[in-house]
């Protein structure tokens, strides 16, 4: 059980790495106005979304849920934290689909949004983070 638990943090960790530097690599992009720079953009934010972020949640989602089947639902499934921690993981994975969304408008030279937009959905990670931590660790309901 410790090394499931083990291994779900650490892709958790690499999961909320991207999402914490893909919406601030937006914000870069949105601010590009060079060719040369808008390029390198598209290529950061492909390896990162793909290469780190992607594997990562759904590394996070398979341990979490092995840990959920074997181990926590027996124990855990009458407590109010554990079903608003799953419903906040489900709306941090409707996040990370807007993430692909976003990429997708940038890959194909759509964006039209501003870089404040990006600045302030690079902060809702935050609030995902800081909740589901606390409700993992407290349980306070």
């Known amino acids: 059980m410790l090394w499931l638990k083990a291994l ?5 960790v690499t999961w909320f790495a991207g999402l914490f530097y893909l919406p601030r690599l937006y914000v870069y992009h949105a601010m590009a106005e060079d060719q040369t720079s808008i390029d390198r953009f598209k290529i950061m934010e492909r390896k990162l979304l793909f290469g780190i972020m992607t594997p990562g949640m759904l590394l996070t989602l398979g341990f979490g849920l092995w840990m959920l089947k074997d181990y926590a639902w027996a124990i855990y499934a009458a407590s109010g934290w554990l079903h608003l921690k799953l419903t906040l993981i489900a709306g941090l994975v409707i996040f990370h689909g807007c993430c692909i969304k976003w990429w997708l408008d940038f890959r194909n030279d759509q964006n039209h949004r501003s870089h404040q937009f990006f600045r302030w959905m690079n902060e809702i990670p ?16």
Request: without cysteine; proline residues 5%; hydrophobic residues 80%.
């Open 8 to 12: 779900h943090l650490i892709f958790m």
């Open 126 to 141: 935050v609030f995902f983070l800081f909740t589901i931590i606390i409700l993992a660790v407290v349980k306070p309901f």
